[in-house]
């Protein structure tokens, strides 16, 4: 999607950000919404918080500066309102009655919630085996949610024959027939780092990939954000993040292909488990023009980083986070990504969404009677 950006000096355009909003509406000039879209309602996601990870660093032997962008604290605690709240702006414009959408999860609750709050009708599809908090969490709010037997890509397949019936019309599908607009939502993650860093670039980043579309739109907003004057013109590097049991893009990577051939998600990162990913090409170029990479775990490493960034800096992120520290971990003891170097890692939603995950190893230490002789016989509260 292509748009005019605003004219201008640089400073005047960064003070006009810094006295906006602190949510997503503060970048409006950046994106394709009305000049009023404030003033509606929405649930106003974004300006999430950059955590300057200290004790991860110290963990990992990071001395450049390493940072968590956490985006559990959106409204539906995941990165997936800031995509939907451009989405509805358009659903609006173009008068569509019902939002709806293909999802693993995370999109079916942003969706649900945005279109109660927006005064439409919803109607979701996920995958038939989704964890029980996601399907809780997208159910709430009221809508039609609707499990499909099979994967994402049986569900994504499904919603593009739904839009084509007349049992579709007046539909607006987030992610499908809506989805120029609702990719454009991601970007604001690039603007907000980047402000956040204090109006510069970090030297290297790293995200999960599920369609890539996140990837693909951050870098755009860096690139906006070099062209508008905003932040200095230097060389950053990006890594994409996916896990072991759905890795079709690190696979093409490590390849050297060009080509991502689709693979049988199997894996506990279901909001990553798409495994004909629509935006896997670009990702590879990205990754190679800015010198980065595309990298996998496994589900222990997913589980094992989910842990070690809630030890370090109690950040209880989702799977997706797992896989995306799990990924910086494996490329910063593999000398890929530079310890030297500012570095950010994008955390794209709660771990209280995905429990199971982390449920069978993250147990009470110890049961006692209430008694200080039965703490003290455990050898508790000495550590």
């Not at 963990?59 to 995941?78: I, M, R, W």
């Amino acid at each position: 999607m292509a748009y005019d950006l605003p004219t201008g000096s640089p400073e005047e355009l960064r003070k006009r950000i810094e006295a906006g909003p602190d949510n997503i509406w503060r970048y409006a000039p950046l994106l394709p919404v009305p000049a009023d879209v404030a003033d509606k309602p929405n649930l106003n996601p974004g300006f999430t918080k950059l955590v300057k990870a200290d004790n991860l660093a110290r963990e990992l032997g990071v001395t450049g500066g390493l940072y968590v962008k956490d985006d559990s604290g959106n409204p539906t605690h995941s990165f997936k309102d800031r995509v939907v709240a451009i989405a509805v702006e358009a659903a609006r414009a173009f008068g569509f009655t019902t939002l709806s959408c293909s999802s693993t999860g995370n999109l079916a609750g942003a969706v649900g919630a945005a279109a109660a709050r927006a005064g439409l009708r919803s109607c979701v599809f996920i995958p038939h085996d989704l964890e029980q908090g996601k399907v809780v969490m997208a159910a709430v709010y009221g809508g039609e949610l609707v499990g499909i037997e099979g994967n994402y890509d049986d569900v994504n397949r499904f919603c593009s024959e739904l839009i084509g019936d007349p049992l579709g019309e007046g539909w607006g599908f987030v992610n499908v027939n809506l989805r120029p607009y609702y990719g454009e939502g991601s970007k604001t993650l690039a603007y907000e780092i980047c402000e956040q860093l204090g109006w510069r670039l970090p030297d290297q980043i790293v995200i999960p990939i599920a369609s890539g579309s996140q990837l693909t739109k951050i870098d755009k907003g860096l690139q906006e954000l070099i062209k508008l004057g905003l932040v200095e013109d230097r060389p950053y590097k990006i890594f994409g993040a996916q896990a072991e049991g759905c890795s079709p893009v690190s696979a093409a990577f490590k390849a050297g292909h060009d080509v991502v051939r689709p693979q049988k998600p199997n894996t506990i990162a279901k909001s990553l488990a798409i495994g004909n990913p629509a935006d896997g090409p670009y990702v590879l170029d990205i990754a190679r023009r800015t010198g980065g990479a595309v990298e996998d775990v496994t589900d222990e490493q997913v589980v094992d980083a989910i842990k070690l960034l809630a030890r370090t800096e109690g950040i209880f992120g989702e799977t997706a986070g797992g896989v995306t520290l799990g990924v910086a971990k494996k490329l910063i003891e593999a000398g890929v990504i530079d310890p030297t170097l500012t570095t950010v890692v994008v955390n794209t939603g709660d771990g209280l969404k995905t429990l199971d995950a982390v449920s069978a190893t993250s147990q009470a230490t110890a049961t006692i009677k209430p008694s200080l002789d039965a703490f003290r016989a455990a050898g508790l509260g000495t550590a």
